[in-house]
Nanobody, 118 residues
Framework: QVQLVESGGGLVHPGGSLRLSCAASNNIFKISAMGWYRQAPGKQRELVATISSSGSTNYADFVKGRFTISRDNAENTVYLQMNSLKPEDTAVYYC????????????WGQGTQVTVSS
């Protein structure tokens, strides 16, 4: 079993920045694709950004140029640097791990709240 623990959420003013972290409890992290998703109240969970095991990245259009996903395989940690935050970025942000090793796996973190408000 893999545990994903997110941190770094909080309250920030519009235009501000936050850096989310997600630490994995297992070295399977190194061969896994990692992603950040978010869910705002009353809305479905949506993809924010992903990063493959080799470092290729993909972003939702609404965060391109503002958010950056990165990973540190030595620390089994994935990051989401969020700049120029907007009130519409307010949501619970979830970390996701997926891959295949004998079987397909998919794990989620517990989520961290990000609130953008003046």
């Amino acid at each position: 079993q893999v545990q994903l623990v997110e941190s770094g959420g909080g309250l920030v003013h519009p235009g501000g920045s936050l850096r989310l972290s997600c630490a994995a409890s297992n070295n399977i992290f190194k061969i896994s694709a990692m992603g950040w998703y978010r869910q705002a109240p009353g809305k479905q969970r949506e993809l924010v950004a992903t990063i493959s095991s080799s470092g290729s990245t993909n972003y939702a259009d609404f965060v391109k140029g503002r958010f950056t996903i990165s990973r540190d395989n030595a620390e089994n940690t994935v990051y989401l640097q969020m700049n120029s935050l907007k009130p519409e970025d307010t949501a619970v942000y979830y970390c996701n791990m997926e891959g295949t090793l004998l079987r397909t796996y998919n794990y989620w973190g517990q989520g961290t709240q990000v609130t953008v408000s003046s």
